[in-house]
């Protein structure tokens, strides 16, 4: 195992825009990561995703990067189509439940942990390449589930949730946590930071992954709650930064020169 920062990529079918983001990852069970990956983030609408998901998929595999897909709350062709694309897993939003976790794994996991249509035909059975006893097992082990808790509703279920068998993270989303208890934005909030560290646990004592996003300033503290996978930056959010950064100090610069005209 190791505890470096790294590069993991993530599609996303939200919506057009297109990022990285860097985590923190400590890695055991069926995320075997052993070293730092660079890749990317993209978010399509579903029907226009198919076609970006699998180039972006396909360009991850070929540099030696997992690609994980946020997928939209949808049906069950929103859940397999990046896994049968060779994705090496899903980030759910918004899960709500227990009911709703278990419909996730018996959707994305096969047999004996769930019940996913077996095809074999895509990019993930190696084209019919792998017999199939062997895909099943394969695919079972080398691939995983994050859901998010964003909800303060999903709280009522919090510890059923997390003992879902087939889940293996567990994401903390604090923007739409703190829209949901009525204090938008407010991300330090204190019941927002009583709910983070009460995921990061739950998930803990279940055997799950404790994610969440956070930032440099306060990576130490979430990594010391648990938290193994942070979000800790995207690619818009550092070119926004060195964008202002650098109209900043133009704007400085310019007005210099305009004094030394004067």
Known sequence: FWHKPMFF???STKNSQFGCFRAFFAVAGRLRVRRPRVGSRAELRAAEACVPMRSSTRAGRAGGTDVMVRVERGSYSDLIKPLEMNASGLLVPHVMSADEAR????????HPVGRRPA???NADGCFTMLPFAEYIRFVNENRFVMIQI???EALDELDE???VPG???IFFGP???SQSIGVPGEINHPEVKRVRKLVAETARKHGKFAAT??????LAELAGEGFRFINLGSDVTTLAAHCRSTMEEATKIAKTVALKEK
């Open 9 to 11: 990529s993530l599609f």
């Open 103 to 110: 419909l996730i794994v018996r959707n994305t996991r096969f």
């Open 167 to 169: 889940i293996d993270a």
């Open 119 to 121: 095809d074999g035909g």
């Open 150 to 152: 964003e909800d303060h």
């Open 161 to 163: 949730i997390c003992a």
């Open 175 to 177: 923007g739409d946590f």
């Open 213 to 218: 996003v956070g930032g440099t300033a306060n």
